[in-house]
Nanobody
């Protein structure tokens, strides 16, 4: 049984900060990459940031310089630090874990956490 649980979403004013967390609970699942996606009302889900086991982060252009992704060493836990938040960052943020279970490539999604940026 694999569980992907996000937390940290909240209502914040423009210019504020939030730190999202993602915990992947799995007995035989080895996480290779942890990604954050978001989906705003009426829009398609989009990739925000991702990081692999080797620690190389990648960011969408619209968050570069404002967001930072990291993973706890040796743990299936990741974080997305979001600074200088803008109203257009309002969305449900989803954690997406990719990895292996035995010889199989698998991926799992969390249920999402709501981020609302508004004054």
């Amino acid at each position: 049984q694999v569980q992907v649980v996000e937390s940290g979403g909240d209502l914040v004013q423009p210019g504020g900060s939030l730190r999202l967390s993602c915990v992947v609970s799995a007995s035989r699942f080895r996480v290779y990459a942890m990604n954050w996606h978001r989906q705003a009302p009426g829009k398609q889900r989009e990739l925000v940031a991702g990081i692999t086991t080797h620690g190389y982060p990648e960011y969408a252009d619209f968050v570069k310089g404002r967001f930072a992704i990291c993973r706890d060493s040796g743990e299936n836990t990741g974080h997305l630090q979001m600074n200088d938040l803008k109203p257009e960052d309002t969305a449900v943020y989803y954690c997406h874990a990719e990895g292996t279970s035995g010889d199989a490539l698998v991926d799992y999604w969390g249920q999402g956490t709501q981020v609302t940026v508004s004054s």
